[in-house]
DNA sequence: ACGTAGAATGCAATCGATTGCGATTTTTGT
DNA sequence: ACAAAAATCGCAATCGATTGCATTCTACGT
């Protein structure tokens, strides 16, 4: 700004070196702080790059160093198309994630899914821009990802473990956390349940199944699963479309997710529904919100952070070639409001 | 799985075209699909890479092809170190930039910033993996994103325009937005107002600035700010304390976010004050969580998924050479529930 | 049968940084 | 003062794919 004679732009590192008097193997050295490389030079060199604000060309030297500080973080559209990354699960995980991952010095890389194709994690697995990768939750690729973890060791999924599967997974019980959930409905008298939730992918499918089981304890109580998206705007008229037909034939309601429960109180709240008074309901995921909402949900608490840790370090280890096991974590049942 | 010859695993193009009997040259254009190559050796030579899962390095490809088709989404996180990832706003915003730039079929890359550091914005954009980049809000960081933008074109920056800026922001008008909401509270015949964010970035003090304009229309009526932080636990207890502060000394609450409000509502439900008949408020950004409340609120709408477009349409126009100016959107206010 | 346009492929330089090894200089030991 | 050891530094190969240019081969016209 003050002097005229603005440094002009280095392109290289063999510019650099031809400025200094040096070679390139000499610059490439001082600039990575070798002890290796005479200290004065050193010092001459790396100033002389600061000055004329030059770094290095990263793809190069990932490209003959062959690793790339760079993990990917993947999330599969299998069902639902759109909007399902700005669910704030996910996003809540993958702000965790990143998290995490900066603290370790790694950069992150976010590859959202083209549903319909085969191969879409062998080819991000593959590109050879990645160090390791970590997929948020399975949706309907359960297989596709089952096949890649044969090969490809650092690798991290987040989702349901099944026996005898190859991937490593981070997850919660949501069998354990559906019957938390039916259980403290049937508990408070609810005797008809309803299940909002889309059960294509197995996280949710388990949820129901795990709110099925509970029913067992209770003689007389009946359950109904009524499909239900993710995406925020079809969900609305879907979670209407389930309250009109129900009528008044449900007492209490295990909701998939905290913002479908949100989004069904609200509903309910607008017929004139006491929650949880006529109806009770309980979210699932226990994020932020759902201790700021009017009423307080409760809910089902994954505890997102620790998951996030979880996978970090499993994939850590995984990249350091050691063999980390799955990880299923116990879920919680929140008391708070609505039920 | 059926057939015990499991295809030994190609490292690299050169290996392909011993394979195939050709040149390694030949093998790159085959697998780029050009005319240049035989119609029958090209499907050959592509059989044989799906045979063998073969990809080739895309590191080595964008070292030499000078183009890495990756756009990085960097985050300041100037003041507020923790969790400011997991801002709802910006995790909306990120959200929609991932649709828009996977669209376009590019990768996107996330940073987060060490605070304390004075060229991180330099060294993300020289690092030589982008081909452009997109800052979500200039935090107190302005002078460096200034710096940076003046000699790097590829860069697009959503927060506060000012006069005479270099670098091209996407945002909306919040001093405007900050007098929509003001306004709005004055109207209802609130006299004593508050203010409840952080001042520290251009954006929100835009808010606070604005809001203090619309008091010029209204006489006798004051205006107080309380410095407030958007990272989530401090939150609450802060919120509080201006409350217990406040006592009944305020009828209209302007509040710089969405988060900041629904926080802000559900402590004065605590306290046993109704909203909006003893105290109106106001959010900003509507969220989708913002309709979603008990009650609903009213707030001032940013359309968040018109600025992920613009920001991404500004970005491609400026990788393409031409030179994108800033866009201004003006802000709508959206009358709900809460005030 | 011969020259030549045109198609198909090979050759080798290139992108920019890293690093093993050898060469040169400086320091140390006696 | 001389040999040996240590400190510096340069050379050149390497990572893997791309691409301009040269070369070979085929086919066609006359």
Redesign the pocket.
Known sequence: MNDGTKPARI????ELARMAG?????V??A??DKS????E?RERIQALAREHGFR??QM??R????QTGVIGVVIPLGHERRQHISDPFFMTLFGYLADELTESGHDLMLSRVIPGDDEWLDRIVDSGMLDGALVIGQSNQTEAIERVAQYYKPLVVWGSHREGQVQCTVGVDNAAGGRLAAKRLLERGARRLAFFGDTKGPEIADRLAGAEQALATAPGATLRAFPTHLASDEMASQIAAHLDEIGEAVDGIVCASDIIAMTTIRLLHERGIAVPDRVAVTGFDDLPLSQRMVPQLTTVRQDIAAGARAMVDALRRRLAGEDAPSIVMQPELVLRESA
Request: hydrophobic residues 40%; charged residues 20%.
């Open positions: 392109k290289n590192i063999a040096v070679s390139a193997g000499t490439s050295r600039l990575a290796l490389v005479n200290k030079t290095p060309n190069a030297r490209l003959r160093t062959q």
